[in-house]
């Protein structure tokens, strides 16, 4: 296994009834390879799969990501720490035989589904000399140019589904497309992208970055521009091909966020935990990756109270121009903070003493919750998880993101009570929190391939993943369990 967000594009322009009429004929005539219909029945797909010699199905997953310490302090040069979390978004690729000639998009969870023919997308444009990019560059911006030759293609994405679901659907379609045909050729194979997460979408987790991370290590695969992964592969190769997904994720997120931080999909890419600055905007943030970061039990609460960073972040600016010496002490106590928990976590300490260096640990979470408390970004919904788990006495709450809603992160002490951990997870329950235990500071992205469980089935070599299976899993426990 390797282990190691501009307001949206004007893609999703508002579409005239001419226009949705002409989208829905095109999109009938591309019917996706495996849709269960008598001019194409799944019959004859499999039996052609097995007749050509295609490269076996294969997975790829990365993590989403929380901000441990520094929320809003780093949007003011400050330091934050952000560290993976084992909660992740699925990608299964599944080459067709070159006859179909189609790409298709099969994002189950948020219920986008589009197919392109490969030979009509732009491919002009993208190959010009001037415009060719290749899978060692390092991109940091989006050619208008580019962008403006995928209109066509993006405007067709769900353009019968409400605006809201649409945007999201072709923010999506134009990231992986964007990459597809920065990396990919007019001879690339025919595939269907069938992706599957575990991660909540808009609560502030860096979903959006895990998918791109997905996206690009799967097309880097394909164009063979990642050796392995193998399990002698050595440790500075595994970081060069880590660095090449993160740069092209990095990409991706360009194209849903228009100006990301680079952070998020830093931290689903290589995994574990990365402390980052951002002094100056003009300028790429200042990101330092912890690989010893410790793995600690997680406990991850969604408020289902929604948020707004921009109004939060305004919050803070607003206090800082009111009070400015206050904040700017209440900033600077933040940063000494993550730089606190920053040491602790780069020493031994977390070895030699793990019960003393987590209570610590967990001290340094309770100060940093009460100074964004201070700074006026939490909820009522907040506290309220803050308050049963501090009544639990099982572990150390703090808000993460933005606040003013979306989650909060409890870290577990190494003896909570069990019965306390099940009295509190149904009073969670109870007043309508989502809930996940989870762990923190697990790995980054990963490869199967092929898509094969080695779970002793009578199947040769184990159980494939097959579309099938991956498309019926029930919920989050039903993706993992793949």
Excluded at 21 to 43: D, G, M, Y
Excluded at 201 to 229: E, K, N
Excluded at 455 to 475: L, M, P, R, V, Y
Aim: with cysteine; hydrophobic share 40%; charged share 20%.
């Amino acid at each position: 296994m390797i282990k190691k967000s501009l307001q949206s594009l004007p893609l999703a322009s508002t579409l005239t009834e001419e226009k949705r009429i002409q989208c829905r004929k095109q999109q009938n005539a591309i019917r996706p390879p495996f849709s269960n219909t008598p001019q194409q029945p799944v019959l004859s797909i499999m039996v052609r799969k097995t007749e050509s010699p295609l490269a076996p199905p294969f997975m790829v997953s990365a993590p989403g990501k929380v901000i441990v310490f520094g929320e809003h302090a780093v949007v003011h040069g400050k330091a934050a720490l952000a560290a993976a979390i084992s909660l992740r978004s699925y990608l299964l690729v599944t080459t067709l035989s070159k006859s179909h000639r189609t790409l298709t998009l099969n994002f189950r969870d948020i219920g986008l589904d589009h197919t392109w023919h490969i030979d009509s997308l732009p491919w002009a444009v993208f190959q010009q000399p001037s415009k060719k990019k290749f899978y060692y560059d390092l991109v940091n911006s989006l050619d208008l140019e580019l962008l403006e030759a995928m209109k066509p293609h993006i405007a067709t994405v769900s353009c019968d589904e409400p605006a809201e679901l649409r945007k999201i659907h072709q923010n999506s379609a134009t990231a992986f497309l964007y990459l597809f045909l920065s990396l990919g050729s007019p001879q690339f194979p025919p595939a269907i992208y069938t992706l599957r997460s575990t991660i909540p979408t808009g609560a502030g987790l860096g979903s959006s970055a895990s998918v791109c991370v997905c996206i690009s290590a799967a097309l880097l695969l394909q164009v063979r521009a990642l050796a392995g992964p193998h399990p002698d592969q050595p440790g500075d190769e595994a970081e060069t091909q880590i660095e090449r997904i993160n740069r092209w994720a990095f990409v991706g997120e360009l194209c849903i966020h228009g100006n990301p931080s680079g952070v998020d999909n830093t931290v689903s890419s290589g995994g574990k935990a990365v402390v980052f600055r951002r002094g100056d905007y003009s300028k790429p943030p200042t990101v330092t990756t912890l690989p010893t970061f410790p793995e600690l039990p997680l406990l991850l609460v969604n408020t289902r109270q929604p948020r707004s960073t921009f109004v939060e972040v305004a919050k803070v600016g607003n206090l800082k121009k009111t009070h400015p010496t206050v904040t700017d002490a209440m900033l600077d106590t933040i940063d000494q903070v993550t730089l606190s928990a920053h040491k602790l976590v780069s020493s031994p300490e977390f070895s030699r003493d793990p019960d003393s260096a987590l209570a610590y640990f967990g001290d340094l979470i309770r100060i940093n919750h009460g100074l964004l408390v201070s700074l006026g970004v939490s909820h009522p919904r907040l506290e309220r998880i803050r308050e049963l788990v501090d009544y639990a006495d099982i572990g150390w709450t703090k808000l993460t993101g933005a606040g003013g809603g979306g989650c909060a992160i409890t870290i577990l002490r190494s003896d909570a009570e069990e019965e306390k951990l099940h009295e509190l997870m149904a009073k969670l329950d109870e007043e309508n929190f989502e809930r996940y235990e989870i762990v923190l500071g697990g790995d980054g992205v990963g490869v199967l391939w092929p898509a094969v469980l080695h779970n002793g089935s009578e199947e040769e070599g184990g159980e494939e993943i097959d579309q099938q299976k991956f498309e019926n899993a029930i919920d989050n426990d039903g993706i993992e369990q793949l």
